[in-house]
T-cell receptor, first 116, second 108 residues
Framework: DSGVTQTPKHLITATGQRVTLRCSPR?????VYWYQQSLDQGLQFLIQ???????AKGNILERFSAQQFPDLHSELNLSSLELGDSALYFC???????????????FGPGTRLLVL | GQQVMQIPQYQHVQEGEDFTTYCNSS?????IQWYKQRPGGHPVFLIQ?????EVKKQKRLTFQFGEAKKNSSLHITATQTTDVGTYFC????????FGDGTTLTVKP
């Protein structure tokens, strides 16, 4: 158990819909990262938040947005969903900002999204 | 941006054989991390390498960081069925960048 929690575990929805994925980092961790993993694919970095502020952006679509709240939990919002958005979405956390040197990331169990 | 290539994409071995995955970067890396993702699981941190030419061992796993800090390798000696999974390298402190991973299957 990494200490990172994600809800829900599974999500089935239809094209055009909007969903919200939730992540609670490990106690004491200030950074939250979101990744997308499609079938048999690698981990695509979407976005990082540190202590409530956006710190780095990866290949995140404009239809996707995220935020980190004062209690440090984070939400990833996916809108106007397409079939190709079906994937496993992981959240990870780390202690610090990780700007200059990488920090160990602790991954949650993921949310499996299926868009029909 | 920083590019990292991981090879091979897949590796099938007989139990007891050795296994190696390589991570190659187009730019000099400050450090590199390795993660393992078991089938149906989430990535789990294995190790971090920082120094040029660094070699670290964890039981049957040997991790190396190249002298030029542009490549790294993970070698498993005498694979076991418990080694199955996908091994990822991670680079770039600024924008978290994972390699595409090497998926290892082990035939008993």
């Amino acid at each position: 158990d990494s200490g990172v929690t994600q809800t829900p575990k599974h999500l089935i929805t239809a094209t055009g819909q909007r969903v919200t994925l939730r992540c609670s980092p490990r106690s004491g961790d200030l950074s939250v990262y979101w990744y997308q993993q499609s079938l048999d694919q690698g981990l695509q970095f979407l976005i990082q938040y540190y202590n409530g502020e956006e710190r780095a952006k990866g290949n995140i679509l404009e239809r996707f947005s995220a935020q980190q709240f004062p209690d440090l939990h984070s939400e990833l919002n996916l809108s106007s969903l397409e079939l190709g958005d079906s994937a496993l979405y992981f959240c990870a956390s780390s202690v610090g900002e990780g700007r200059w040197i990488q920090e160990t990331q602790y991954f949650g169990p993921g949310t499996r999204l299926l868009v029909l | 941006g920083q590019q990292v290539m991981q090879i091979p994409q897949y590796q099938h071995v007989q139990e007891g054989e050795d296994f190696t995955t390589y991570c190659n970067s187009s730019t000099t890396l400050s450090n590199i991390q390795w993660y393992k993702q078991r089938p149906g699981g989430h990535p789990v941190f294995l190790i971090q390498l920082v120094k040029s030419g660094e070699v670290k061992k964890q039981k049957r796993l040997t991790f190396q960081f190249g002298e030029a800090k542009k490549n790294s390798s993970l070698h498993i000696t005498a694979t076991q069925t418990t080694d199955v999974g996908t091994y990822f390298c991670r680079t770039n402190a600024g924008k978290s960048t994972f390699g595409d991973g090497t998926t290892l299957t082990v035939k008993p």
